[in-house]
C-alpha cells in the first residue's frame, strides 16, 4: 500500500513556474514507476508525465513537453513535477500516481495503469 501526498500548487500569473512534489509512504515506493496527471474543470484527467522506478526513463504529454521536468529521490520517497513557462492552459488540479507493478521496465501513460492516487494539488495560471 503507498499514500501519495501532493503539495506546491498555487497561483502563479503565465510564463512563471512552480514546483509540485508528491511525498509516498511505504518502503515499495522505490519499486513503482510513478506518474503526474492533471484535471481542469469539465475535462477529464489527463497524462502529464511519468518517470520510472530507477529514474532514468521518463514520458511527457506533448503538451508540457520542454516546459515540465519530472524527477524522484527514491531515498527522500519524494516524486517532483517542475513545472517552467506555465500557461493559463496548464490550470488544473494536478495529481501524483503510482503503478504498483514493481521494477516495471514500462512506463506507462494511462490512467488505468496506475493503482495508487494523490489528493490533487489546484494550479491556477493567470493570464
Known amino acids: 500500500q503507498v499514500q501519495l501526498v501532493e503539495s506546491g500548487g498555487g497561483l502563479v500569473t503565465a510564463g512563471g513556474s512552480l514546483l509540485l512534489s508528491c511525498a509516498a509512504s511505504?518502503?515499495?515506493?522505490?519499486?513503482?514507476?510513478m506518474g503526474w496527471f492533471r484535471q481542469a474543470p469539465g475535462k477529464e484527467r489527463e497524462f502529464v508525465a511519468a518517470i520510472s522506478w530507477s529514474g532514468g526513463s521518463t514520458k511527457y504529454a506533448d503538451s508540457v513537453k520542454g516546459r515540465f521536468t519530472i524527477s524522484r529521490d527514491n531515498a527522500e520517497n519524494t516524486v517532483t513535477l517542475q513545472m517552467n513557462s506555465l500557461k493559463p492552459e496548464d490550470t488544473a488540479v494536478y495529481y501524483c500516481?503510482?503503478?504498483?507493478?514493481?521494477?516495471?521496465?514500462?512506463?506507462?501513460?494511462?490512467?488505468?495503469?496506475?493503482?495508487?492516487w494523490g489528493q490533487g494539488t489546484q494550479v491556477t495560471v493567470s493570464s
Open positions: 511505504g518502503r515499495t515506493f522505490r519499486s513503482y514507476a
Open positions: 500516481a503510482a503503478d504498483s507493478r514493481p521494477w516495471s521496465m514500462v512506463v506507462v501513460t494511462t490512467l488505468a495503469e496506475y493503482d495508487y
